[in-house]
């Protein structure tokens, strides 16, 4: 069963683009290309490395006790160029363990473990090495990414390059710049495995799936996960289907549901296409945050304030029915209280979702609301599923 609380680390916002038919990777949205590629140096944070790019790209920085990253954008691209992560292992390794740690960060470490083919590795005459490699980004569709991995003193430093977001002689002059400065960083020492945790955005989608119910409308759903440190609320989630040669052919747009995504938290989304998919459309994107802005939305009451309990079962009509009670184990009154519903397949993948608010309206300190939510189409299996709930003040 997938676990009913999740925690992860990272920072802020971006706006997101998914491209694919099915694929969950998460790049920028495009911004027009600017005249001035200057570089300029940019120096972390934390003070454990430094990298010189050019001055209007967009970055995504993520500063931790533990670890300190970098993500650049080029304008006019869909993705991050280059990814830079840095941690401390608190010792020092030789060749021999180098060796080792490339072999842990390529099959268990990265975040793209499942959707990741090494091609080549190679050993740099700096001491560093260079990994090549295919990350699927959609069904049949791939994109190759350089992996490097340096040490100086107590550091690792990573570097991860999308080959096809720039000039490849530019990201070259970017990466030969990237510099960790060992005796100036506060990081404390860490796992190899914190560098799972290094991320080129504040949100990501995840578990994307498409389907067709049996009346033929189309929907396309999934999860969102905020990976910042603050809750984020009235995220617009935006789907559009294209053909192949690149015509937009129809869209859907709603938010994700429940009331905020708490640090770490994930809400899921359910785009529906009434008039289902064209015979023509090839791909969709999905695109995150359109004309959004992040926002004080106040207190959110969750697990904090609020305990349900959960069952499910078939309905006469065979739908999946989700049934429980929710309770007020806080001292202040709760109002709105909202039940979200999140359905997986086998895969993890998200293959329906629904919410209700619970009657009455408002809970008083110790009460019990009882609720009951229909699924009435899924697209597959459901394996298991997560019920949330949220209230307001």
Not at 36 to 43: G, N, S, V
């Amino acid at each position: 069963m997938r676990p009913k609380s999740y925690f992860l680390l990272a920072l802020s916002l971006i706006l997101l683009v998914l491209a694919g038919c099915g694929g969950d990777a998460v790049v920028f949205a495009p911004t027009p290309a600017p005249e001035d590629q200057t570089p300029l140096r940019y120096d972390h944070p934390s003070g454990a490395f430094s990298v010189s790019v050019p001055r209007l790209w967009s970055l995504y920085e993520q500063n931790t006790t533990t670890l300190a990253t970098a993500a650049f954008a080029a304008p006019g691209t869909t993705e991050p160029a280059v990814l830079f992560a840095v941690i401390n292992l608190g010792r020092t390794v030789n060749s021999t363990e180098l060796a080792d740690l490339l072999n842990l960060y390529q099959t268990q470490v990265r975040s793209d473990v499942g959707r990741y083919r090494e091609q080549s590795r190679e050993a740099m005459g700096d001491g560093s090495w260079r990994l090549t490699g295919l990350r699927e980004v959609a069904p049949g569709t791939t994109q190759a990414v350089n992996t490097f991995i340096q040490t100086s003193g107590t550091l690792i430093g990573l570097t991860e390059v999308v080959l096809d977001q720039a000039d490849p002689r530019l990201l070259q002059t970017i990466v030969n710049t990237f510099t960790l400065h060992p005796d100036s960083t506060p990081l404390q020492p860490a796992d190899l495995t914190t560098l799972a945790f290094a991320k080129n955005s504040g949100l990501g989608v995840l578990h994307v799936s498409a389907w067709t119910t049996a009346e033929g409308v189309f929907f396309i759903t999934g999860e969102v996960a905020n990976y910042s440190l603050n809750t984020v609320a009235g995220i617009p989630v935006e789907a559009a289907l294209f053909s192949a040669d690149g015509l937009q052919l129809t869209g859907a747009v709603d938010q994700v549901m429940g009331y905020g995504i708490p640090p770490g938290g994930f809400a899921p989304f359910s785009l529906r296409f009434g008039g289902g998919q064209p015979t023509d459309s090839t791909s969709y994107t999905v695109l995150l945050g359109k004309d959004w802005l992040p926002a004080d939305i106040g207190t959110v009451y969750g697990a904090d304030a609020l305990s349900w309990t959960d069952e499910s079962s078939l309905d006469a009509f065979n739908r999946l029915v989700v049934r429980g009670e929710v309770t007020n184990t806080s001292d202040h009154v709760v109002r709105a209280a909202r039940v979200t519903v999140t359905v997986f397949d086998g895969a993890q993948n998200v293959i329906g979702a629904a919410f209700a608010d619970l009657t009455p309206a408002e809970l008083d300190p110790g009460a019990v609301a009882p609720f009951e939510i229909p699924l009435p189409d899924v697209g597959g299996t459901p394996v298991n599923y997560i019920v949330n709930v949220q209230g307001l003040p």
